[in-house]
């Protein structure tokens, strides 16, 4: 791959990353928010691959000199010495060039972005409350294990536990980026707690990942947004608050509705529902092009397509199939446990293959 053309490729986005990394240094610059917000933004982007090129440069470097020697050296021992380490350099190369290739890859602007994670329960009644339960306390041992901050927004309780609906923000370092392969219909096979015979049932939940817009990303106009308060209530309807504290959002253009009752606080729920709204708002635009990704893409990783079945965790076999890309695993408990990062993994290495495919077409 070591050609003038990726070169010169790389070459270039070294110098746009120094570029923009004196611009940040300006003073006046923060003036411009929004500005300093995208410059940022492209900053931290190009940081790997910049950090990449300097390391295959190096070993590009080593190889010419490596070459140089077995060309003009007279002893043995050293063109013995450099063609041992030219058949390393050789292989590190290799390995470099892969990295390469899917960091030139254009990215998913949103994948460095927090996310909006909502959990619905679906088909099988209070047993899908209940899997629905299992999935936010699977998310959540996920969040604590990569150190990122979970925010409630609303949650409906189910009759017998679990949620009927809840929706939540998530904030840590790309987190959009890995939980947006959790979209989609989430099935469990197992007895249910009601059942008297023994019997397994189906039942699902729907997952939805959205990424969280930016105050950059959106402008609400305060015309087009109805503004209503209410009392906050909890399982079974009972008032938990008897001061007007909870929060609905309707954007008129639109017919976007949220609400936000966690906080005790008008003004924190009156962020939050905005800050809800506004994503859902971004989102519009944002599912075109997750449906364009969907038209191209046999599986549907990271798609739109969010009615789709896409994994199922079967109790009696303690067995987790992933349906997108045919991947079983018999570890459910450390699965439900938050340790879904293995197969985050296998999913993302599945993109990648595919839009390497694309790349090359």
Not at 12 to 30: A, C, F, Q, R
Not at 67 to 79: A, Q, S, Y
Not at 144 to 165: D, L, P, Q, Y
Not at 251 to 278: F, W, Y
Request: with cysteine.
């Amino acid at each position: 791959m070591a050609n003038n053309l990726i070169l010169d490729k790389l070459e270039s986005l070294k110098n746009k990353y120094e570029d923009i990394g004196k611009s940040l240094t300006e003073p006046d610059l923060m003036s411009d928010m929004k500005r300093y917000v995208k410059l940022n933004k492209e900053y931290k982007e190009l940081q790997p691959i910049v950090e990449v090129y300097k390391e295959y440069s190096e070993v590009l470097s080593n190889i010419d000199h490596a070459k140089e020697i077995l060309g003009n050296e007279k002893d043995e021992e050293m063109k013995e010495m450099a063609k041992a380490e030219l058949d390393e350099l050789n292989q590190k190369v290799g390995s470099f060039e892969e990295k390469i290739k899917l960091l030139l890859l254009p990215s998913d602007p949103q994948d460095t972005k927090n996310a909006i994670l909502e959990i619905r329960a679906g088909t099988g009644g209070d047993e899908a409350s209940i899997f629905a339960g299992d999935l936010y306390r699977m998310y959540t041992k996920f969040c604590e294990i990569k150190g990122w901050r979970i925010e409630i927004t609303s949650a409906s309780n189910g009759t017998v536990g679990g949620f009927k609906e809840i929706i939540m923000n998530v904030k840590g370092n790309g987190v959009y980026g890995i939980l947006k392969y959790e979209s989609g219909v989430h099935r469990v096979q197992r007895v249910p707690q009601t059942e008297t015979q023994g019997r397994v049932h189906t039942s699902a939940a729907t997952v939805a990942v959205l990424p969280e817009a930016d105050d950059v990303d959106i402008e609400l106009k305060n015309e087009d947004i109805k503004k209503e308060t209410f009392c906050s209530s909890g399982p079974g309807g009972q008032s938990v608050n008897t001061t007007y504290s909870a929060v609905r959002l309707t954007h008129l253009p639109t017919g976007i509705v949220v609400s936000c009752q966690d906080q005790k606080s008008q003004i924190k729920n009156m962020e939050k529902a905005m800050n809800e709204l506004r994503t859902r708002i971004y989102n519009l635009e944002y599912e075109k092009y997750l449906n364009e990704i969907a038209a191209k893409r046999k599986t549907m990783v990271s798609s739109g397509d969010r009615s789709a079945k896409i994994r199922t965790y079967n109790y009696p076999q303690a067995r987790m199939t992933d349906h997108r890309i045919n991947l079983t695993m018999y570890n459910l408990p450390n699965i439900l446990n938050g340790n879904i990062q293995e197969i985050i993994d296998q999913l993302q290495m599945a993109e990648n293959a595919e839009r390497l495919k694309e790349s090359e077409v």
